[in-house]
């Protein structure tokens, strides 16, 4: 500015006031900064420019840290932070339960034998919630699409800090399907691609206001409110390096993966240590004092968790290397596992369980699903019975979708049927998994305190098809309108001890047999027989049954083996239809397989059959003595070629052929409609496909096609009158032969059940109990409380001929209880032998061929107990000459 004249005076006036002012100014500074040097006290800490209040906030959360959870308490507390508002109270009557622990006063010793453990009173079974301490259930959603799919965070092997609770899908159907089966908690883990896989939690299968919840949240569902403990998924073995292995991309080996796992607790480790050093210095001199902050890092924070052992590590591993290493890393980090996932060797190295640090880990274990990978071919249907003998604990999961958790129950009574003792099996999918989830005061039993977690059964929950009439969860009823399967009134089982008799792996051959106590005997071309027979083999066939009192005399003065059983049964041999058994040893290792298939090429499984293999030797210790086998031409069900039914696991002698064409819809009615047209030409490779598909449009040869969805099965049938349309026509006789058309899936077989009837066309069940996991599946129904019945129940009231098939090679071992569920839940639409007939002589009838020569002389199996029902076990196998009896 520049001044003028008239302004000077003004400006003299004007100094004499910013003198003034400039004083005034220097107080309110004074002032000022006293009072913000008092004030700054409070916001800057004294040693430096750190801020007071985050220190103070460090230092609460030093107790966070180093706070140890406890297991939240269940009687005592005031209410359970779960209850609903407004829940009325539920009175259950006349209910026979199980409490889940002994009575009052039982020893130690006499509760391990099961002792002081009963149903109690009459009427209906009413067990605890059960509880799936493996599940991905909504991080996994069904169908499986690549959209639903957020199991594992494949950004990095090692991922502590992802959360399955970020993932948790609470509208995913199965997890309504699962509560179906009793369930009523389910710890989500992330899946096992990654080393670390992240934190998992507890969920309950309450969702939203239709299940009686306040509001529809993935957090309303939390078991424990309070989230006391937390939880972390890890896994070793074959996944991660599989996943993560390449040249210069670890971990490439078992050796990478347990350095990756050490480098990431050694990170946890340091950060806790720094944490834990800051926190004893700011107790010592003060947050305020502190010349840091405290050390912080969410990529660590969980893991640090882990170490802190606020967290219950469920752990992934298969094989003893694995279960070695990792029970190493424990006592090198100083953290525990509570259970140890997958554990397929673990009944092998109980000795190195025991070295863990912390605890014994618990084996989560499904009962007798193996072989379908390297690190599974090693594993036994007895490892709960023997974990058991060397006091250590198994719980029975189903890493849902892998298993469906519906019917996780059935893995416990598996477990039973194996050996376990009964009171341990049933244990072993409510209170023991409650224990290990830090939740023993409030699941797993039924009891004041407890939350109010209910299942009433319709029999026995460990019996064949057992379902739930009715589910509670807090109190709260899950099903409006359950629907009631009518059964017959049964009692509870009646634990059998003999169970936990081991068999020998390899069975005793015999020519001459005796077995006594025979009760039932269903053979194909026989009349049904019971009472107490006894059944005579010689020279490997059936020579008498009845009273056979010459023979057995006879036998007697010959010295011949005897086999004496309680309750016996003399069915036909099995017949498993649609595995790749004879053709591999481990689905997932190309090496074991029979040879390259030429990709799309036209095969025979005759020529690629392999015998001797471990999964043979299985299936025919579990009462299979046919297997009829198509080659593999795109996985899962979808094969291409001819079919060839064998086995006897060592001998190509004893090969049968029933050869049909299998394949998948696409493209095969031209092909067809070809082979009509064609049918004068001439045919130089009597192994083609167009020699095999004359065959099938001259009604020679079935024609097995693979599919669920009811959309491909309306194609289908639609494709087998246009095929026979086109026969009829190119035919100059009034006479043609019919196609012979069969499905081999089926999941949504029930929705045109009717039309499959109409068209005679059979339908192999594969699975039996389908339960929507592709989207060609989706429809499929899971039975009682959710569904009316299932496919089958649909087929059968249809009239169409039906078979159970294996969807995979282990279920070798439960095609006869499979029978048995159908048997359990068709409201009286199948008699036992009809069950039966299920997994033998169907399957010949639906691709119009005879049984095989020898069936129900020596073609046969012996069972102690009622082949349908859990407590049986097979005895014997007649092998054509010989007869294997299990010892
Ligand atoms: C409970 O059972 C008893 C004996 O079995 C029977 O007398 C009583 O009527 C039943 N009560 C109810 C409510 O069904
Ligand atoms: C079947 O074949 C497909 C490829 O054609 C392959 O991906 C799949 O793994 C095979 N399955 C088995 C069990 O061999
Ligand atoms: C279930 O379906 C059968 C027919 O298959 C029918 O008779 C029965 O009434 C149905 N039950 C319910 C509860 O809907």
């Known amino acids: 500015m520049v001044p003028s004249q008239a302004t000077e005076l003004g400006q003299l006036k004007g100094s004499m006031s910013v003198l003034r002012l400039a004083f005034l100014f220097c107080v309110a500074f004074i002032t000022y900064s006293q009072l913000e040097q008092l004030r700054s006290l409070r916001f800057w800490s004294r040693s430096s420019q750190l801020s007071a209040t985050r220190l103070q906030a460090n230092l609460e959360t030093c107790k966070k840290l180093q706070r140890r959870p406890e297991d939240p308490k269940g009687l005592g507390r005031e209410r359970n932070g779960r209850f609903v508002d407004g829940t009325k109270p539920t009175l259950i009557r006349n209910a026979t339960v199980w409490v889940g622990e002994p009575a009052e006063g039982t020893s130690e010793e006499d509760a391990r034998a099961g002792k002081g453990y009963a149903w109690i009173k009459t009427d209906v079974f009413l067990t605890s919630g059960i ?134 607790f050694e990170e946890a480790t340091k950060l806790v240590r ?19 902050y405290l050390p912080e ?40 596992v509570r259970a140890f996932h997958h554990a397929h060797s673990t009944f092998l190295v109980p000795e190195v369980l025991r070295r863990a640090w912390g605890n014994t880990p618990a084996s989560a274990l499904f009962a007798d699903n193996m072989y379908y990978k390297a690190e599974s071919f090693v594993g036994s249907e007895y490892a709960g019975k023997i974990l058991w003998d060397h006091g250590l604990e198994t719980v029975y999961v189903s890493d849902n979708p892998v298993l469906n958790a519906q019917h996780v129950v059935f893995e416990a009574a598996k477990g039973y049927k194996y050996g376990l003792p009964y009171h341990a099996a049933l244990s072993s999918v409510t209170s023991i998994p409650a224990r290990l989830l830090g939740m023993g005061e409030r699941l797993g039993k039924v009891k004041p305190g407890f939350d109010a977690d209910i299942v009433v059964w319709d029999s026995d929950p460990l019996s064949v098809g057992a379902a739930p009439v009715q589910v509670w969860i807090d109190g709260i009823s899950q099903f409006e309108d359950p629907v009631e ?42 009349a049904t027989a019971f009472g107490s027979l006894n059944v005579v083999v010689t020279d490997g066939k059936l020579s008498c049954f009845g009273r056979c009192e010459a023979e057995l005399r006879a036998a007697a003065e010959a010295d011949v083996k005897m086999v004496n059983l309680k309750n016996g049964a003399l069915t036909n041999g099995l017949t498993a239809f649609g595995s790749l058994i004879g053709l591999n040893d481990i689905d997932a290792e190309r090496d074991t397989d029979n040879g390259a298939s030429g990709g799309s090429a036209f095969s025979r499984a005759l020529d690629g059959l392999a015998l001797d293999s471990k999964k043979l030797h299985v299936a025919n210790q579990y009462g299979i003595t046919k297997a009829i086998t198509a080659p593999n031409h795109s996985g899962g069900i979808s094969r291409h070629g001819t079919a060839v039914g064998s086995l006897q696991p060592h001998s190509r002698r004893q090969v049968w052929r029933y050869p049909f064409h299998l394949e998948r819809r696409r493209c095969i009615k031209i092909k067809l409609l070809e082979a009509i047209t064609n049918s004068e030409e001439k045919i130089t490779d009597p192994y083609s496909e167009k020699a095999f598909l004359r065959k099938v449009v001259k009604g020679e040869l079935a024609l097995v096609l693979s599919a669920h969805s009811a959309n491909t099965l309306a194609a289908i049938i ?56 592709t989207w060609e599946e989706r429809r499929s129904l899971t039975g009682a409380p959710l569904t009316n019945g299932t496919a089958i129940d649909a087929l059968v009231e249809a009239g169409v001929v039906v078979a159970i098939g294996l969807y995979e090679d282990w279920v070798v071992r439960d095609l006869a209880l499979h029978a048995g569920i159908a048997y359990r839940n068709s409201e009286g639409r199948l008699s036992e032998r009809e069950a039966l007939d299920l997994v033998s002589t169907n399957v010949y ?24 029902e859990i407590g049986s076990r097979i005895k014997a196998v007649g092998l054509g000459t010989s007869v294997d009896v299990m010892v």
């Open 131 to 264: 509880i799936d301490m493996h599940s991905h259930a909504g991080v996994d959603s069904l169908p499986s699409i690549r959209g639903n799919e957020d199991t594992n965070e494949m950004s990095d092997d090692i991922t502590p800090y992802v959360r399955s609770w970020d993932a948790i899908q609470p509208l995913d159907h199965q997890i309504q399907v699962i509560k179906s089966g009793g369930v009523t908690t389910s710890l989500v883990l992330p899946g096992s691609g990654n080393n670390i896989g992240g934190e998992a939690f507890l969920i309950k299968h309450a969702v939203g206001k239709q299940d009686g919840r306040s509001e529809l949240s993935i957090e309303d569902m939390f078991a424990d409110p309070e989230r006391n403990w937390r939880y972390m998924k890890m896994a070793c073995g074959e996944n991660a390096k599989r996943v993560y292995g390449k040249v210069g991309r670890g971990p490439f080996s078992r050796m990478g993966e347990s350095w990756y796992f050490r480098h990431a």
């Open 297 to 336: 890092e969410l990529k660590w924070e969980s893991l640090g968790a882990v170490l802190r052992g606020q967290v219950h590590v469920n752990t992934h591993c298969y094989t003893v290397p694995d279960l070695e290493s990792f029970v190493d890393h424990t006592n090198e980090f100083k953290f525990s």
């Open 845 to 868: 009838k639906l691709l119009g061929i005879d049984e095989p020569e020898g069936r129900g002389t020596t073609d046969f199996v012996v069972f102690d107990g009622h082949p349908l």
């Open 718 to 773: 639609r494709l087998k009158s246009d095929v026979e349309k086109a026969i009829a026509d190119a035919s100059s006789s009034q006479t043609h032969p019919k196609l012979r058309v069969a499905i081999l899936g089926g999941a949504e077989s029930h929705i045109v059940a009717k039309e499959l009837g109409e068209a005679e066309v059979g339908v192999v069940l594969a699975p039996l109990l389908p339960y929507s996991t």
């Open 485 to 526: 399967l009518k059964k017959p009134a049964s009692d509870p089982i009646k634990p059998d001890e003999s169970l936990g008799n081991i068999p020998e792996d390899v069975p005793v051959n015999y020519k001459d047999v005796v077995f006594t106590g025979v009760a039932n005997v269903w053979l194909s071309g026989r």
């Open 274 to 292: 720094d944490q834990d050093d800051w926190c004893a210095k700011a107790e010592a001199i003060g947050a305020e004092n502190m010349p840091q």
